[in-house]
C-alpha cells in the first residue's frame, strides 16, 4: 500500500489550497478514505471521510462548509479542497485508507499546510 499526498503549502488567511492523495498497491475503489490533520502539539483530528463510491462524506465541525472531500475511483486518487482557511488549520495533513478489521488503516507521509501571513 502506498499512499503520497501532495499540494500543502503555505497560504494566507482567507485563501485555498486543493491536497491529493495518490494511491496505489490495493483496490482504490472497494475502500473508505479519510483525511486526518496533526497540528505541533495537538492530538490527530478526523478532518473528512468519503465512502468508497464517494457517495457519503463527512467532516469534521471545525472545516464542515469550508472543506471538500471527494474521490477519482478512475485514478485512485483522493483529494481534500480546502476554501476560507485560518491559522488553525495548520497542521500535517495524511492521506488514510481504512481497509477494516484485517488490514487496519494505512497512511502516508503526510503533507504540511500552513495558513499565516
Known amino acids: 500500500v502506498q499512499l503520497v499526498e501532495s499540494g500543502g503549502g503555505l497560504v494566507q488567511p482567507g485563501g485555498s489550497l486543493r491536497l491529493s492523495c495518490a494511491a496505489s498497491?490495493?483496490?482504490?475503489?472497494?475502500?473508505?478514505m479519510r483525511w486526518y490533520r496533526q497540528a505541533p502539539g495537538k492530538e490527530r483530528e478526523l478532518v473528512a471521510g468519503?465512502?468508497?463510491?464517494?457517495?457519503?462524506?463527512n467532516y469534521a465541525d471545525s472545516v464542515k462548509g469550508r472543506f471538500t472531500i471527494s474521490r477519482d475511483n478512475a485514478k485512485a486518487a483522493m483529494y481534500l479542497q480546502m476554501n476560507s482557511l485560518k491559522p488553525e488549520d495548520t497542521a500535517v495533513y495524511y492521506c488514510?485508507?481504512?481497509?477494516?478489521?484485517?488490514?487496519?488503516?494505512?497512511w502516508g507521509q503526510g503533507t504540511q499546510v500552513t495558513v499565516s501571513s
Open positions: 488514510v485508507v481504512d481497509r477494516g478489521t484485517y488490514y487496519g488503516e494505512s
Open positions: 498497491g490495493f483496490t482504490f475503489s472497494w475502500y473508505v
Open positions: 468519503i465512502s468508497y463510491d464517494g457517495g457519503i462524506t
